[in-house]
């Protein structure tokens, strides 16, 4: 197998080459609420807050108990209301 490849070394006095168009801005999308509730349970585990963003288990945690929002304990299970952890999410809470 034979592979080639080309380089072009731009000498110093040689300006850079500049686009001719700025590249173009993507606005991260909004989160749909709405469909967000519909995955989520009304009231989350720690295992659905990992899954829902992603994390490990340490890290969920750690966010738990982190004061962030509400927890509820039973026992030694931490629950979390869907409501309240959407605005957490959302930047609304009041905390």
Do not use: C
């Not at 592979?3 to 686009?19: A, D, F, G, L, M």
């Not at 829902?52 to 288990?57: K, R």
């Amino acid at each position: 197998m034979k592979i080639e490849v080309t380089v072009h070394i731009r000498p110093p006095w040689e300006p850079p080459s500049i686009p001719a168009e700025p590249p173009q801005l993507v606005r991260p999308q909004q989160l749909n609420i709405t469909k967000t509730e519909e995955l989520l349970p009304p009231v989350l585990s720690p295992a659905d807050i990992q899954k829902f963003l992603g994390i490990g288990q340490k890290q969920s945690y750690e966010l738990l108990n982190s004061d962030a929002f509400h927890v509820s304990r039973v026992g030694r299970r931490m629950l979390v209301s869907r409501a309240v952890f959407i605005e957490w999410l959302e930047g609304r809470s009041e905390d």
